[in-house]
């Protein structure tokens, strides 16, 4: 088959001019930021040798890099004169090539790549100032560029504060919404559908999800926690804490140690597709043991891991016990380990709902939870409890007392 025209919207065309350093490219959903930055980078690959370094701040594996986006692409149009990898992605021809890595947390792993001609920074509404000063003195070779694409999410995102608001030399900035996918006939009606319900009957969503516009700071519902490196020697395991996931989401388990009068969160696992007895021996294996608590909607699962070892115990729920959940979290001291991806990555994602005029209303978005709920279960018998005056559970003072 003939290989096919790359398109590349007008919108975008100064990304061919080499007068920028720096590329702000932010919007809304459907702005063809990310697939028009895929296709430009083909096209430069292409050209010349070109080293192409793919970012994102959190990226656990290659499945959650912009890797598919471009051999999708390469399918696409039919550009046979690439060869994707296990890890990367080549040009026969030329020798240029592309890899991946994640930000945060690896900053010897960055500073030692060389020669890098691009940089890519996806979702980069995420990325970390000191992400932001790691990265950018690596990609030091001359006429080097940097390109980041993202939706804002916060008034304050590191990367918008730099580049656009209060500037940097040599930067080119584009802000694109989904209006460029309707001129080029390339929404599909059931995204335009979704867009048009959003607008009507969601405005707030609306101007954030489609427009890019920004959240209200006020919407983050954990601030100023900490990042460590290890666990201090001294700090003392209380509490494993278990959200189930299976097909579409992760199952979350978090171990939560007491140190200095404040807690330390450290993730242990965040994985779909896992079975109860694989739940099991992944808390069989961790060198401390403890008690853990478990979300009480999955009674059967609770009882199935408990047969193979575990001690285990439903979290209690009630009334309120979301919002007094995050509201004894708020209150705490919190540190959380450099390598609990998951949990970082949530802790800056997760925000109070609001209502279609965009007032903030006290209930927690449902994306970005599952190590934020598995920490409430594990924290939910160490809080004071107004009911019997700090008292912990019946089920949980028996298995301190060693009835189980």
């Not at 692409?73 to 690439?82: M, V």
Request: glycine share 6%.
């Amino acid at each position: 088959m003939d290989q096919q025209t790359i398109e590349i919207p007008c919108e975008f065309k100064r990304l061919f001019d080499d007068d920028w350093r720096e590329a702000a490219i932010y919007g809304g959903r459907y702005s063809l930021k990310s697939h028009t930055v895929a296709r430009y980078l083909l096209i430069r690959a292409r050209q010349k040798k070109t080293r192409i370094g793919c970012f994102r701040e959190f990226q656990n594996s290659i499945a959650e890099s912009s890797y598919q986006l471009l051999v999708d692409l390469i399918r696409q149009y039919n550009l046979n004169d690439f060869e994707p990898t296990q890890n990367s992605i080549i040009n026969k021809i030329n020798g240029s090539d592309f890899l991946f890595k994640g930000l945060w947390n690896n900053e010897q792993s960055i500073k030692s790549i060389e020669g890098i001609d691009v940089a890519w920074v996806e979702e980069a509404q995420t990325v970390s100032e000191k992400s932001l000063e790691v990265l950018t003195p690596t990609v030091r070779k001359d006429g080097s560029q940097l390109i980041y694409t993202y939706n804002r999410l916060l008034e304050e995102d590191p990367i918008h504060k730099r580049l656009v608001m209060e500037g940097r030399p040599n930067t080119l900035v584009i802000n694109v919404n989904y209006d460029i996918a309707l001129k080029y006939g390339w929404m599909p009606d059931v995204v335009r559908l979704e867009m048009e319900d959003d607008k009507e009957k969601r405005p707030a969503l609306y101007k954030h999800k489609w427009l890019g516009e920004p959240y209200n700071q006020e919407r983050k519902i954990y601030k100023d926690w900490n990042f460590i490196d290890e666990i201090p020697h001294e700090a003392r395991l209380e509490r494993y804490g278990l959200d189930f996931g299976y097909s579409n989401d992760p199952t979350a388990i978090v171990a939560i140690y007491k140190y200095n009068g404040g807690f330390i969160f450290d993730e242990i696992c965040y994985q779909k597709g896992l079975s109860n007895k694989q739940i099991a021996d992944i808390l069989n294996n961790q060198e401390r043991k403890s008690l853990c608590i478990a979300d009480s909607a999955e009674p059967k699962s609770i009882d199935e891991i408990m047969m193979y070892g575990i001690s285990i115990l439903p979290s209690k729920k009630g009334q309120g016990s979301v919002l007094q959940g995050i509201q004894y979290v708020q209150d705490q001291r919190i540190s959380v380990t450099k390598r609990s991806i998951n949990i970082i990555k949530e802790y800056k994602n997760f925000l109070w709902k609001v209502d279609k005029d965009g007032k903030i209303i006290n209930e927690p978005e449902h994306s970005y939870k599952h190590s934020m709920d598995a920490i409430s279960y594990g924290l939910n018998d160490l809080r004071p409890n107004d009911e019997d005056n700090g008292s912990l559970p019946d089920d949980t003072q028996m298995f301190n007392e060693g009835f189980y």
